[in-house]
Nanobody, 122 residues
């Protein structure tokens, strides 16, 4: 599976962004998808995940109530809608795919996109 993340940019605090991740190569609905992020000087951390069917979603505490993960299996795409952005959301955001559904465990994700930068200014 090849993954291509896009949609990052610079916004002010309180603003919104929608990240997209386009997948190709294999049957997209067979894969759970996740979003991770890595801020400068910090380890990569889990943000959100969605099962292959889209019926199950899981969020990090930092993302609950502000971020929404969704997917469109017909378009081979997964999205991360981010609202009420804060400066601490500044990071490179990565999409990833796994054949199971262990949302938080980074090491079980088999495929990774290249990352897209999100910068939130105060």
């Amino acid at each position: 599976v090849q993954l291509q993340a896009s949609g990052g940019g610079s916004v002010q605090a309180g603003g919104s962004l929608r990240l997209s991740c386009a997948a190709s190569g294999r049957t997209f609905s067979n894969y759970a998808m996740g979003w991770f992020r890595q801020a400068p000087g910090k380890e990569r951390e889990f943000v959100a995940a969605i099962s292959g069917s889209g019926g199950s979603r899981y969020y990090a505490d930092s993302a609950k109530d502000r971020f929404t993960i969704s997917r469109d299996n017909a378009k081979n795409a997964v999205y991360l809608h981010m609202n009420s952005l804060k400066p601490e959301d500044t990071a490179v955001y990565y999409c990833a795919a796994q054949s199971r559904f262990l949302p938080v465990k980074e090491r079980v994700y088999d495929y990774w996109g290249q990352g897209t930068q999100v910068t939130v200014s105060s």
